[in-house]
Every structure is written in structure tokens, then in C-alpha cells.
């Protein structure tokens, strides 16, 4: 029991020395460069951008660039959320 309350120590403490510090957010470089998807780029972060947005979800079959289209958004607006 002891191993699990020295964690949870170090886990709170870690999480505290932290709190008072600016967190940096850091967007994965993609491996691949984004091509004819600059309407949808630009539709995202225009919706990103609305205040009336909280939630956006991209969906559709597996393979057609939904995780591309989210870090190109991603890294276009990131320091527009400098808090993530």
C-alpha cells in the first residue's frame, strides 16, 4: 500500500508544481502534406472560431483523412488557443 500512496503523492505534487506554470500544447508534425482539402480546412477552423461552438466532431469512413484534416486544423489555429 505504500508504493500506491508514495504515487499518488508524487502524482498530486507533480500536478501542483505544475498548475502555477503555462501549459505547452504541441501538435504532432504530420508525415504527409495536405492536398485539395483547403475548403475543409477553412470550413473547420471558421466553426473552431465561433464562439457559439463547443464541440465539433469530424466523421466518415476510416481511411479518408479525418485525422489529417484535424492536425492541419490543429496546427493552423494552435496559437489562437494558446491554452489548448
Do not use: W, Y
Not at 498548475?19 to 500544447?25: G, L
Amino acid at each position: 500500500m505504500s508504493s500506491k500512496h508514495s504515487s499518488k503523492q508524487t502524482f498530486e505534487a507533480r500536478r501542483s508544481a505544475g498548475s502555477s506554470h503555462r501549459q505547452i500544447h504541441q501538435v504532432p508534425l504530420p508525415f504527409t502534406t495536405l492536398i485539395g482539402r483547403e475548403h475543409e480546412v477553412q470550413q473547420v477552423c471558421t466553426l473552431l472560431m465561433n464562439p457559439d461552438v463547443r464541440l465539433l466532431t469530424v466523421t466518415g469512413p476510416g481511411g479518408i483523412g479525418k485525422t489529417r484534416l484535424a492536425l492541419q486544423v490543429a496546427l493552423d489555429v494552435q496559437h489562437t488557443f494558446p491554452n489548448g
